[in-house]
């Protein structure tokens, strides 16, 4: 279980994160929907979402969309 003061995902979890359902805070309600929320919405615009960890630094997401003319 990840803490406030955690930063970072375990590599373990980070093939995990965009499965629904996943949480590692069900106990303070987490359903584990909101990142396999965001990457179906990126997803149907035609973009791509990804994420890279290190645990004890911090997280990043990237969203890459179309440009449209």
Same mark, same amino acid.
């Given at each position: 279980?990840? !803490?406030?003061?955690?930063?970072?995902? /375990?590599?373990?979890?980070?093939? *995990?994160?965009?499965?629904?359902?996943? !949480? !590692?805070?069900?106990?303070? $309600?987490?359903?584990?929907?909101?990142?396999?929320?965001?990457?179906?919405?990126?997803?149907?615009? $035609?973009?791509? =979402?990804?994420? *890279?960890?290190?645990?004890?630094? $911090? @997280? @990043?997401?990237?969203?890459?969309? /179309?440009? =449209?003319?």
């Amino acid at each position: 279980t990840l !803490t406030i003061l955690d930063c970072g995902i /375990p590599e373990a979890a980070l093939s *995990k994160v965009f499965d629904r359902f996943y !949480t !590692t805070r069900a106990d303070e $309600g987490g359903q584990g929907l909101g990142l396999a929320i965001a990457q179906a919405i990126v997803l149907e615009h $035609g973009g791509e =979402i990804s994420v *890279k960890s290190t645990l004890g630094r $911090g @997280t @990043t997401f990237m969203i890459r969309l /179309p440009l =449209i003319n």
